[in-house]
């Protein structure tokens, strides 16, 4: 056993070696500790109305889609400051993106500008339009709207084309933002 012994590390020396030889000049790598975060510094909520908001425009647009819209919704809730505003605010945020755009053939995506969007439509209410928060363009438009102590703006975003190519063709892509914070006080 003993030359068998000293074969075999014969034999493994160069590997070890090589093996060293390989690593050397890599950094170690250890895994990151487990960070906790303070109480101060999570993302607070941004209360039961709002994420009520946020929650059924997220459930509108998982109801009103079927597989062949290709549609990703995703939510969160988050601190910023909202438009037109001066100081960060709790808020949330649905996130919707149609891969194909709003197909013809689906009527409930149709809106007009004056009309509540459907993704608020359906989080019950009365919302009425804020026209300081009204912003068109080639590629997308945003609308503001409040009801009771909630503000929502719904951002939507597409291919406009390009006005100085004729040949362009523009993709038939999507995009909503709905995001909602608690307005408390100060013009509508």
Do not use: K
């Not at 209360?47 to 969160?76: H, K, N, P």
């Not at 891969?99 to 149709?110: C, I």
């Not at 359906?122 to 804020?130: D, I, V």
Request: proline share 9%.
């Amino acid at each position: 056993m003993g030359q068998h012994a000293d074969l075999m590390n014969s034999q493994l020396l160069p590997f070890g070696l090589i093996v060293l030889i390989a690593c050397e000049g890599q950094p170690h790598r250890v895994a990151a500790p487990a960070i906790r975060i303070p109480a101060s510094q999570a993302i607070p909520s941004p209360g039961a109305e709002v994420s009520a908001t946020c929650a059924a425009g997220a459930r509108w647009w998982q109801s009103a889609t079927t597989a062949a819209d290709s549609a990703r919704v995703t939510g969160l809730d988050t601190v910023l400051v909202p438009p037109l505003g001066s100081q960060p605010v709790p808020a949330c945020v649905v996130r919707t993106w149609l891969a194909h755009g709003l197909r013809d053939d689906r009527p409930q995506f149709r809106v007009s500008d004056d009309s509540v969007p459907p993704v608020l439509r359906h989080a019950g209410g009365e919302w009425r339009p804020l026209l300081r928060y009204v912003a068109d363009g080639p590629d997308g438009n945003l609308s503001g709207y409040q009801h009771a102590q909630v503000r929502c703006t719904v951002a939507q975003s597409w291919d406009g084309g390009d006005d100085s190519d004729s040949t362009y063709v523009a993709d038939e892509w999507y995009g909503q933002e709905l995001t909602c914070w608690a307005e408390r006080g100060g013009r509508p």
